[in-house]
């Protein structure tokens, strides 16, 4: 006989945490879920989920419990409270946070799951890919733990992953995620000045990025942001103001190893300016409106 799939807690159901859900429910999961808003545990009814008034309804006799929240202290209250992960989590449950926090935040969270008696394991497991990768399934997942944890978590986080690597020990995935969002946020800033340049030389901009992405310029920042340098449009896959708090822990984790940082504390600086400017909740592919405006060319 087939062995029953985990039952799954999960714990943030935003615009990543509720289809990457809804992946573990086509896949024969059960999954209970808590978030705080009432129409995103609607969804997940509706998706044959199970909804949780809170947290520790949700993972109360979870075998994994996954969390996807928005930074470190939403992370630290969710795991740590005295209503949250640690307090209600059966013995020998699987913790896997998908949340981005820094590295240490990571560490800290496995040393308390340690350190609890409970024999609760802990993956970091942060993902690349934005709004349009959660929905297709086709997230990357870079994994921080015990090589037997990752095993075990591995056909779940295959789900909607199709990249799942283990990256080395707890917050080995969060400094993956803090290189993929440093490489991404330079790569934005590099394409919007850009397209700028090729607009002010008369280039017809749609047929520059056609070719551009054909060569070695080519990325998957190019083509998934295609469509929002053309039209001005920033409705947000990933906003602005996410992407300024992981700079922040791409600063910090940098400070921490002593690692120089020219070009990413130039992006931190502009994603920084983004959002003061008042853009912090459109996509981050608007660093293009920063290099308009510097341009004189900002509408």
């Given at each position: 006989m087939?062995?029953?799939?985990?039952?799954?807690?999960?714990?943030?159901?935003?615009?990543?945490?509720?289809?990457?859900?809804?992946?573990?429910?086509?896949?024969?999961?059960?999954?209970?879920?808590?978030?705080?808003?009432?129409?995103?545990?609607?969804?997940?009814?509706?998706?044959?989920?199970?909804?949780?008034?809170?947290?520790?309804?949700?993972?109360?006799?979870?075998?994994?419990?996954?969390?996807?929240?928005?930074?470190?202290?939403?992370?630290?209250?969710?795991?740590?409270?005295?209503?949250?992960?640690?307090?209600?989590?059966r013995?020998?449950?699987?913790?896997?946070?998908?949340?981005?926090?820094?590295?240490?935040?990571?560490?800290?969270?496995?040393?308390?799951?340690?350190?609890?008696?409970?024999?609760?394991?802990?993956?970091?497991?942060?993902?690349?890919?934005g709004?349009?990768?959660?929905?297709e399934?086709?997230?990357?997942?870079?994994?921080?733990?015990?090589?037997?944890?990752?095993?075990?978590?591995?056909?779940?986080?295959?789900?909607?992953?199709?990249?799942?690597?283990?990256?080395?020990?707890?917050?080995?995935?969060?400094?993956?995620?803090?290189?993929?969002?440093?490489?991404?946020?330079?790569?934005?800033?590099?394409?919007?000045?850009?397209?700028?340049?090729?607009?002010?030389?008369?280039?017809?901009?749609?047929?520059?990025?056609?070719?551009?992405?054909?060569?070695?310029?080519?990325?998957?920042?190019?083509?998934?942001?295609?469509?929002?340098?053309?039209?001005?449009?920033?409705?947000?896959?990933?906003?602005?103001?996410?992407?300024?708090?992981?700079?922040?822990?791409?600063?910090?984790?940098?400070?921490?190893?002593?690692?120089?940082l020219?070009?990413?504390?130039?992006?931190?600086?502009?994603?920084?300016?983004?959002?003061?400017?008042?853009?912090?909740?459109?996509?981050?592919?608007a660093?293009?409106?920063?290099?308009?405006?510097?341009?004189?060319?900002?509408?």
């Amino acid at each position: 006989m087939p062995t029953a799939l985990p039952h799954v807690a999960w714990i943030g159901l935003g615009v990543m945490g509720s289809p990457m859900s809804e992946h573990l429910i086509k896949a024969g999961y059960p999954v209970t879920g808590h978030t705080l808003e009432a129409h995103k545990l609607d969804r997940l009814a509706a998706a044959g989920g199970t909804p949780a008034a809170s947290v520790a309804e949700a993972v109360r006799g979870a075998d994994v419990i996954v969390t996807m929240l928005p930074a470190d202290p939403q992370v630290e209250a969710v795991a740590l409270g005295a209503d949250g992960v640690l307090a209600h989590a059966r013995p020998g449950a699987l913790l896997i946070d998908m949340s981005t926090v820094a590295p240490r935040t990571s560490v800290a969270l496995a040393e308390a799951a340690a350190a609890g008696g409970k024999g609760v394991r802990v993956l970091d497991a942060p993902v690349s890919g934005g709004e349009a990768g959660a929905v297709e399934g086709a997230l990357s997942v870079m994994v921080g733990g015990t090589a037997a944890d990752f095993a075990a978590a591995k056909p779940l986080l295959g789900t909607f992953g199709t990249t799942v690597a283990r990256c080395g020990g707890h917050g080995a995935g969060q400094t993956v995620k803090a290189a993929n969002q440093l490489i991404v946020a330079v790569t934005l800033q590099a394409c919007a000045e850009a397209v700028v340049l090729l607009e002010k030389s008369g280039v017809d901009l749609a047929t520059a990025l056609d070719v551009l992405g054909g060569g070695l310029a080519g990325s998957a920042v190019l083509s998934r942001k295609r469509r929002n340098f053309l039209t001005r449009e920033y409705a947000p896959g990933f906003r602005v103001d996410l992407h300024h708090k992981d700079m922040g822990i791409v600063t910090d984790a940098a400070r921490a190893v002593g690692a120089a940082l020219p070009l990413g504390s130039a992006a931190a600086t502009l994603m920084a300016s983004a959002r003061a400017r008042g853009d912090g909740g459109l996509d981050h592919s608007a660093l293009l409106r920063g290099v308009e405006l510097l341009s004189g060319t900002a509408s």
